[in-house]
Structure formats: C-alpha cells, structure tokens
C-alpha cells in the first residue's frame, strides 16, 4: 500500500471522519515542516510509554503510575462507585465536581446492533472490583439516556445481582426528567412521566 | 394595503413564518378552488363563536360550555394544580397521561428580553384561583428548563409565598435530570449535577 | 369534522407546514381577535374575486384584467419567451431584473415520481402559445437544475420539435455552470464538465 | 507541556477540527495497538522523504520525481494552463476527466480578511511560467464563485496583464450558472443573470 493511502486509512479510523476528511488530513501534512512531523512521529511513539490506562477504573491518563489521581487519592469517598461509559463523560463529571466516589470506565455500552462489543466492555472487571470492595454502599449507573445505556444498565444490574443479594449495597441510575433546554411540547412520554414523578 | 400584501402579512403573524414562505402560503391559496376558500373563510369566522377558552384554566376547546373536559370533569383530582406555559405543552401531558389533577395555561413565559408580555401571563388569575382553592395540596410548575422557565418559576413562587405562608400547600418542579436521549459528555453542569443529586 | 381539526387539515395542506404546526397556528389564531379572523376572513372570500390568473402566461396577480403587467405591456420583447416554473421564480426575474421578453408560468415540472402532474402543467397552451406567436425568435427553458427540471425541459423540447422544423426559431436553456458559492472540491461531474465547457 | 495536550494541539491544527474533537482522537489513539501507532509513526517520518510537491505545478504527490503524472505527461496539452485552489480540486476535475491540458495549483486564495495569505499563495511561480510558454493559448482560472475566487482572479488578471498585452494568449473564467441541484426561486441575482446570459 502507498504512504498516502495508509495514511488515509490511519485517520479514516479516527471517530466521525470519513474518507474525504481523511485525505484533507493528508493534504494538510504535506503543507506542515518536516521537523514538526518529525516530532510528532516521536510523540505517538512515546504515547503508549508515557500515557497509561488505569488499572483500577481503566481511564487514560499521563505518566506511568499504576493508578490514575483519582483512584490513588486517599481522600475520595470508597463507598460509592460511578460506572460510566467513557473517558469523556468521566472528564466531564470531574470537570464540573459532581461526584466525590470513585469511577469505573466500562469503555462502552451494550449495543443490539453489535453484539461483538460485549467482550470489549470491562464488566468482569467491574464485577471483580464491586466483589471485592467490602467498603461499598453505592453503585451509580451514569450512562446516557438511550437505547444502548438502558440495555447495558439492565446487563449490569443482572450480573451482580448475586452480590447485592449476599451483601447491603444499592444501585443507582441518574435521575431522568428534564434536562438544560428540554421544551414540554417536543417531549416524549418517559422524560414528561420521570420529570413528573421526580418533581420536587 | 392590496389583498395580496394583506393576506401575506397575515401568514406572516404566525408562529415561525418569515415573508418568503407567507408569499408561498398566498400562491397556494391561488391554486385552491374558490369554493374551498370561501368554506375556510366560513371557518375563521365561525372560529371564535365555536371555540371558547376555558374560563378556569385558558386552555383552548372546541364547543360553546364555560368550562373545557378536564375543569369540568368531577374525577381529576382538586388537590393538584399544574401550571403549564401553552396549549401544546398541556396537550402533550394529557396525551401521554401524565397527571390526573387541574390545569392553569399561563399563555406564556416571563422573558428578560420582553418585559411586556408579564401582562398577558395569567398570573393575577393564578393568584386567584390558588386563594380561592381550599382543598389545593401540591401546584407543580411545569415549565421548560430555560431561562424563561427559571425567571417565570422564580416569579411565580415569589407573588404565591403570601399564600404559602398562610396555609399549607406544596410547590413543585417538574424534575431536572437526563432527558431521552441525553449523553453525558456533552451534558451541561445543571443537567449533571441534577441527574446526580435525583438519583435512584 | 370538527372546526379546528378542519384548520388543521386545511393548514396542513400548506407547502412544508406538518401536522404539528398545522396545529400551533390553529392555537396562534385563538389568540387573535374576532375582529382580525373576521377580516381575513373576508380577503379569504374577495381572493378569487380581486386575484387573478393571468390568460396569457398564467402567473397570479393582483387585479381583475385578462393579462397582468407583464403581458400586457407593449414594450416587452415578443420574441422571446421565457418558460419557468411557477409564480415564485418568475418573481425572482423580475426583481433581478433579468430578462425583458415574456413569460409562460408552468405551473410545475415533470416528475418521474408523479406522471399525473402532467395533466396540470400548461403544457397544451405552451403550444398553442408557441404556435400562434410569428414573431417568436426564442424560446427559453428555464428551469431548476435538477431531475425534474431536466425531464420537463427534455418534453418540452419534444412536443415543440414540429413546429421548430416548420419555422425558425431557437430553444435556449439557462446557462449550466457554477452559481454563486460553488466550491470546485465538492461539484459533481456535470457542473465541473459544464463550467469548463462555458468558460469565457 | 504534556503528550496529552501536544497530540490535542496537533489535531486541532487539522482542518475543521476543534479542540473538542481533537481530544477524542487522542483517546482513540489510546485504544489503538503500540504497534500500530509506532507504524504511523514512521509513516509521518517517511512522509516528506516519499511524497513531493510537483515542482511545476505545486501539487502533492507520491514518489520522489520532480515532476507529477500530469506535468511529466507528454501528451497532455501544452497550449492550456488551468489555475486552481487546492489539491482536492485538482483531484476532482482529474477524477471527472475534465480537462487535458497542464495545472497551476495556488495552494489557496486570497482573502480580504486575511491579507498575509498572498505571500504563500504561488502567484509569482504562475508569474513566470506563463511568462516562460511560449505555446500558451489559454489560461483558465478555475476558482471557487466565491468572494475569495473573484478575488483571486482579479488579481491574477492584473499581474498577467503585461504579459498578455506583448503575447496573444486568451485567459478564461469557469462558465458561470446554474449548477446541478440549483433552483431559482432561491438564486441570486449574479447566478440568475450569468445563467440567462449563458443561455444555449
């Protein structure tokens, strides 16, 4: 294959961008200095030494320790666990200080139209992590409200069903009703019902 | 003014129209038969002799009687008052059978950029019926998550605290948290931090 | 039928307007004053009576004469006749101030997903228009560069060919090429090949 | 700074990408394999070794010859050079077989909001290779029918116009009209005018 063809294919795989994006990409990089593709040809090769998944919530971040700030910070409450899809919406709840517990990326979400991605989500994992924290007395769910957050939510509170049986924890979702911008009219039935129900 | 400009204008008034798409409106009337148009003509004006705005709760219904199907039915519940910006939002309610208690059509928002439209809002008239309401329990404010929706709620509790303060009732919000469809990553602070404190 | 289910049908026949805003502008008119609907009411009647269809190109205008400004002003070049759509982009012309011959409004195009509109074209009377004309030196098609306005162009050309073989004149169609905003990245093959062609 | 934040900076110098995006390449990048980035890796520093930039007509390809495919061709035809933006244009008229004569790539257009851009368009090499053909018949400026295109043209108009004044060569715009999908209800007045002026 040719440079530029694989090239294309590298950023084809990239979320959201499709070919012709792809070859802007490309076209771009011809205008820069070689110096600077230099350099960034030493980044990507420094990124899986220098950059790190966490071992215990799985969430990217720099440097080569075992365990991310927030897993290794003492200070953090170990009674409650925030099982999230990804690193992004995990950013974005400690961006705006929403929640002072500890994480769980899963990676993911259950999907009916990729069944494959099953085996990719860190749900053995996270039932490993939920078995043997003897501390803990809440698992929230925060994933989206969609198709795929609602199947993989059920997915989870069916695996550890068995622990929560033997041991007094609860299980948690986000609390649904309206959210910033939501106009009555253009509602559908379950944001009107759960913003009902959870008046207050 | 020609017929023409007239009727453009007219089309214009409503909700969304821009002079462009009126103008098309009126070459479509020009396509109709002459026999159609004169039983629409017939419709606008029997429109307010046939269509009567509830006297109780300003919703707007088809028939002559003082009051619309849910004031006028002994069966919803007296105890809960639920006030609501506009007829489509009330529609969408009943629609989906989410409350079973009264209504009270505010007919509009409270906005920071049109102080005028205070004086259209029934809010004297919600005064009114909430002093006059004994059995009253629970007024849910029902209203979009906008500043509009805010600045009207705030409003609202502030000319009822009298009320309030004097006997007992609850007043409600329509809950905050995801709505259908909502994903994390790109929730804003508000919607986070209301998900979160309305788990369950 | 009921009376607002009659304006909902009769706004929902509107171009673009769906059922939804069929029914806010049925809220939007409860809010207007009797006196208002009743006036419209009225120019609803006077429509047909005050507005015509003009006998010659069959564009609306205001007024009760045979022909409208256009048809009938003797400065306007009879040779050349310049065949459009509808109402909407005859206007365009003239308010460009594009052309100075006369017009024939077909009243829509060809579709290959509609043949019964065949039927409502002013196909016959282009004809017989065409045919009567001795001084007619051009005839322009111009329609949308699209499918439909292709295959109309495509008819048109056909059923006038006897009368072209008999008699000297030309058929023209409006230039192809790029219209204002092309970027030459994402044209398609025809508007590259015709722009090309057309260079001057 | 961090290998986090230099790759983010990095992607939001590609075009269209904001800083948003640019973070979820680089977590994608986490999920990738070592190898296959250390792959790209040296892809990025085989780039500029492996693909050049034509030194006749400025445009980006593979291999380390001076010239393209289209400059190194010797049937293609000497007499006519076609001036153009940026590499995907070239590329589009190239895959729609459009034109068989040589290529002058700019590699942008002048802009009045960004009048530092003139010194890295190739304006003065365009200079002396027209300049430097003797069998040059016709220049066609391809550019976008944008601001920035007239723009451009004008400009390039203005330079060549010593040369033209001494030698018999013709310079030519791309055809203006309308262009595939184009309705005119919707065209502007410089789009209606070329396309009823290059009527045929």
Known sequence: MSIIADLINFFQSFPGIGPRQARR????????????????????????????????????????????????????????????????DLENMERNQIFDGRYHVLGGLLSPLRPEIQ???????????????KKL?????????????????RYIEKILEPIIKSRKFK??????????????????????KHAFENRK
Chains 1, 2, 3, 4 share one sequence.
């Open 25 to 88: 990409f490309v076209y771009h990089l011809a205008g820069s200095e070689p110096k600077s593709l230099e350099e960034i040809s030493k980044l990507l090769v420094r990124f899986h030494k220098e950059v790190s998944r966490c071992s215990t919530c799985f969430r990217i971040f720099e440097g080569k320790s075992n365990e991310c700030v927030v897993c290794s910070n003492p200070n953090r409450d170990d009674s409650k666990l925030l099982v999230i899809e990804k690193d992004a």
């Open 119 to 133: 085996e990719k989500l860190r749900l053995k994992e996270l039932y490993k992590r939920v078995e043997a924290n």
């Open 137 to 153: 007395g809440e698992i929230v769910l925060a994933l989206s409200a969609t198709t795929e957050g609602d199947m993989t939510k």
């Open 171 to 192: 299980i948690s979702n986000l609390g649904r009703g309206l959210s910033t911008g939501t106009e009555l009219e253009y509602s559908d039935r379950d944001t009107l």
